[in-house]
């Protein structure tokens, strides 16, 4: 059975910190990158992070480049996302996704097992 869990939204306040994890069994996480996305009401789901197997590369989208970071630890099969100075906008249901391509890329189509999501909000 493939799982990908993702736990640790919630809600919090603007210029607070939330740490999203993601445990994924072993046999679909060994030597793949993995991805978060997010959702809010009414949008598409967009590209928030990605990092390599080995951890050594990872990529951000732009809205939230310094304010989160991605990491996982191999030897747990997790992925990690540390969001800090939330902001109101960045309210979504966000989901981790295990790469399928070997060039990095933002595009949900290229991502081929999804978590089932957690949500977090951020009040202003």
């Known amino acids: 059975q493939v799982q990908l869990v993702e736990s640790g939204g919630g809600l919090v306040q603007a210029g607070g910190s939330l740490r999203l994890s993601c445990a994924v069994s072993?046999?679909?996480?060994?030597?793949?990158?993995m991805g978060w996305f997010r959702q809010a009401p009414g949008k598409e789901r967009e590209f928030v992070a990605d990092?390599?197997?080995?951890?050594?590369?990872?990529y951000y989208a732009d809205s939230v480049k310094v304010r989160f970071t991605i990491s996982r630890d191999n030897a747990k099969n997790t992925v990690y996302l540390q969001m800090n100075s939330l902001k109101p906008e960045d309210t979504a249901v966000y989901y981790c996704?295990?790469?399928?391509?070997?060039?990095?890329?933002?595009?949900?189509?290229?991502?081929?097992?999804w978590g089932q999501g957690t949500q977090a909000t951020v009040s202003s």
């Open positions: 996704a295990r790469r399928r391509t070997i060039v990095p890329s933002t595009s949900p189509d290229d991502y081929d097992y």
């Open positions: 990092i390599s197997w080995s951890g050594g590369s990872t």
């Open positions: 072993g046999r679909i996480f060994s030597g793949y990158a």
